[in-house]
């Protein structure tokens, strides 16, 4: 299939060399002209302006995924596609974006007959070698439509072993993308997904730190330990119950730095976690894991703990998360955010 892609960091410019390496024809467009060079470069067909993009694509429907900050550096962006594209062409939104913008933005391009799919889309900096899971919102047909660039996106089966009783289930699922629901269903998964991360994250960094401080002067001398958090971080990853990706990601970052010297922990949250508490509040659901762990991230703004390096450490490790200061941080979805030679960012 031929696709249009508007922003080329850290994900998008992955997403697309994927889609390419499957087979699929990339048309792409960012601010940056050496963003837009080095996907030239892997094949791509480079555009100097969302105009010239769409003009591009000669296969219809016309299709463009947006790959950008959540906010209004993605609003401006789909405006202007909606003026450039017509009836029966799809705008993807593969970002962070809030559902009930995207639900809000389906019902206004489809006054249009554009149709609009929401991507809630993980696997940060490592998706091009391992795949990328996905949580599709919008019209089935849209969907359906587009399945070829979601099935090259994905994982796929692998060797994860297949999970009991789902052999009359959607096979999608166990691809690594799901069709969740209608328009801001995507969007909605993957925020609940990063509300968990967080409390996940919270759970890796005390426990380091309660670990890390069994030698404190504080207690009995027979009490101290010195104990090795790279070694226990890799122990760990070997059968227990406890493993995952997360804990992979702590121990690379241990036996590299076993203090964590290079980070400050000063954590930034990127909008999903407040996002999942506002909606846990609306359903009247408690969530005190996940709202102590945002409150955790918003104190290590103030003062820092071993264990909020050890949070910075796994934001590092899977999406290239760059630590913050006061005043905000760097996206990992596009370093570049403005999408046509402005100097507007995104939320």
């Known amino acids: ?33 050496k963003a837009r060079e080095a996907l030239a470069h892997d094949g791509a067909s480079p555009s100097g302006s969302l105009s010239e993009l769409v003009s591009s694509l000669s296969e219809t429907p016309r299709t463009v995924w947006v790959m950008l900050p959540a906010g209004r550096i993605t609003e401006e962006t789909i405006e202007t596609l909606a003026g450039l594209l017509r009836a029966g062409d799809i705008i993807i939104d593969g970002g962070n974006s809030y559902y009930k913008d995207d639900i809000r933005r389906a019902k ?26 996905m949580m599709i919102g919008g019209p ?6 587009l399945d070829p660039i ?28 799901i069709h969740a629901g209608p328009s801001g269903a995507g969007h ?26 069994k030698n404190t002067t504080g207690l009995p001398e027979d009490e101290r330990f010195e104990l090795n958090l790279p070694d226990i971080a890799e122990v760990w990853r070997r059968g227990s ?38 909606a846990a509040i609306e359903e009247a659901v408690p969530v005190e894991v996940l709202s102590s762990a945002l409150y955790a991230r918003f104190r290590s703004r103030q003062e820092h703990t071993f264990g909020e390096k050890v949070l910075s450490a796994m934001r590092f490790g899977f999406g290239g998360h760059v630590e913050g200061k006061a005043g905000g941080a760097q996206d990992a979805h596009n370093p570049n955010p403005a999408p046509s030679g402005t100097d507007k960012t995104g939320r």
Request: hydrophobic residues 40%.
């Open 108 to 133: 206004t391009l489809g006054q249009k007959g554009i149709r609009y799919v929401d991507c809630g889309t993980s696997g940060g900096i490592w998706g091009m070698e391992r795949g990328y899971c």
């Open 188 to 213: 909605f998964v993957k925020m609940v997904h990063n509300g968990i991360e967080y409390g996940l994250m919270q759970a890796y960094a005390e426990g380091f730190d309660i670990l890390r401080n």
């Open 150 to 177: 979601f099935s090259a996106l994905a994982p796929g089966i692998g060797d994860i072993p297949r999970t009991p009783g789902r052999e009359t289930l959607d096979p999608r699922a166990e691809r690594g993308y």
């Open 140 to 145: 089935k047909e849209a969907v359906d439509h």
């Open 1 to 33: 299939m031929q696709i249009g892609i508007v922003g080329l960091g850290r994900m998008g410019g992955n997403i697309a060399r994927r889609l390419m390496k499957a087979g699929h024809s990339c048309a792409v467009f960012d601010a940056s002209v």
């Open 241 to 278: 119950v406890i493993s995952s990706w997360l804990l992979d990601l702590s121990a690379s970052a241990l036996a590299k730095d076993p203090q964590l010297e290079a980070f400050s922990g000063f954590v930034e949250d990127s909008g999903e976690g407040r996002w999942t508490i506002e």
